[in-house]
Structure formats: C-alpha cells, structure tokens
C-alpha cells in the first residue's frame, strides 16, 4: 500500500494522527512527517506497522441462516444469531468481526468496573442497569449491528429484552485486547457517538491508561493513568471507579 493510498484512506475514513500512532506504534511526531510528506522514505517496518492501521477487517464468511454464504457488508442479525454458539463475534454494519475469547486478566479487569458499578447503584437505589459481556447489544435498532461490549449501563428499562439491549447504552466501556485495538479505539468509537452513547471509556493495559469520552462535553478524551480514581460523567462525578487494583492486573495483561 503507498503512502498516497494510506492518505486517501485516512481522509475516508476521518483518522486522526493521534489515532494511526496508537494504533500502529509509530511516534506521532514521525506519523505526521511521513503523511505530510516531510519523510520521503519511511523505513519498511514503519511503513508495514502503518498499513496494519489502514487494512481491511477480517470478516467471517459463515454459511449464512439462508444456506448460502452472504456478501460481506450484507449480514444481519438473523445471520448473527445462526453462526454456532462457539463462534464468537461482533456484527457491525453488516461485516462480522472475529472475537478472540478474552484472557483471564481481561475478565479481572471488566469484572472489577462492573462491580464497583453494580454497588454503587444498588446503595444508591438506583434505576440503571449494568451489564458485563458477553450481553448482545443492537446498537442502532437496526438489523445490521449487533455488538458485546465488556461493560455497559443501561438506565432506560425499556430498553432490556430478553435476548438483547436495544439501542445506544448509557455508558459503555471497552478492555483494549491486541486482536480489538483497531475496532474499540476507532471503529467502535464512531458507533457509539453516533448511536448516543452518553460516555464511553477505553481500558489500554498495555498503555497504562484510560480515555474518557463524554459525547455531551469535549471532543477529545480526558485521559487518565491506569491507576487513578476516575469520576463517571453520567453520575456527575457522585461516582468515582478506584482503578488500583485494576493497574496491578494490567501489568500481568501485558
């Protein structure tokens, strides 16, 4: 892939700098030189890692619930719920995406949000609802998105059914595992803003950090260590999540 490709990518796609260096590893003063044409010849591991950010998501092609094998970009949550109980995926915008099965720090980690949350809501008396993964959530309402995020908040009961979450959840948050980067930093992260998730947090063990997104403040993320006490917007900071012993299971993770 050439550099000039990669610049038509990133333009479709709405990449930011930021995003391409965390995703590829490649420093972001280096990232801009090289997209700025500053740099004439990146060296080939760099510009290998930088492809990595631009290809394409690997999508499962199944035989579909009506026999056949479906064009990619046209799945739907009937073909979702007739993939095999074992095979573990995201449905998004009709392409599947693979989901490896998470390591047991990563379920330490998710295990460790939902119950600081889950506390904190039953002292309080409090009408939302959190969930862990695996839970199915259809995103949009519609029948090309059905996605499994690690922790949600749901705080409009109608919005519960039986086999599924409908619509855009309250607060999301996303353990970062080597396999989800891509998807959970820039994918995930456009649907969920679009789709009116309120705030939406994303767990990096490898980076030490958090970022927050609050849809309804600043476009940019606050960004936090992996072992600070963290207010949630949507509480208005009443509820703050403790993450050291989260930090001690990031340092095994990674």
Known sequence: MTIQEMKQLKQERGYT?????????????????????????????????????????????????????????????????????????????????????PTTFHQLMAGEVYRQVANYIMEQGGACTPFISPIDVQLDNDEKTMIQPDVIIVCNPDQIERR????????VLEVISPGTKHRDYITKLYKYEQAGVREYWIVDPYKKRVL???????????????????????????????????AKWAVSES
Do not use: C, H, W
């Not at 599924?164 to 607060?171: E, L, V």
């Open 164 to 171: 599924n979450i409908m619509g855009a959840p309250d607060f």
């Open 212 to 246: 927050v997104y609050f849809f309804k403040g600043e476009v940019s993320p606050a960004i936090y260590p992996i072992d600070a006490d963290i207010p949630v917007n949507i509480y208005e900071g009443k509820l703050t999540l403790k993450f050291q012993q989260i």
């Open 17 to 101: 700098y930021a995003q391409i260096a965390d995703l590829s590893g490649v420093p972001l003063g280096t990232v801009q030189k090289i997209f700025n044409g500053e740099t004439k010849s990146p060296r080939y591991d760099t510009l290998t890692a930088l492809e990595r950010v631009f290809a394409e998501p690997m999508v499962v092609r199944e035989t579909s619930a009506y026999g056949a094998e479906r064009k990619p970009g046209t799945y739907t949550i009937d073909d979702y719920r007739a993939l095999p109980d074992e095979q573990r995926v995201e449905l998004i915008d009709g392409y599947f995406y693979d989901m490896a099965s």
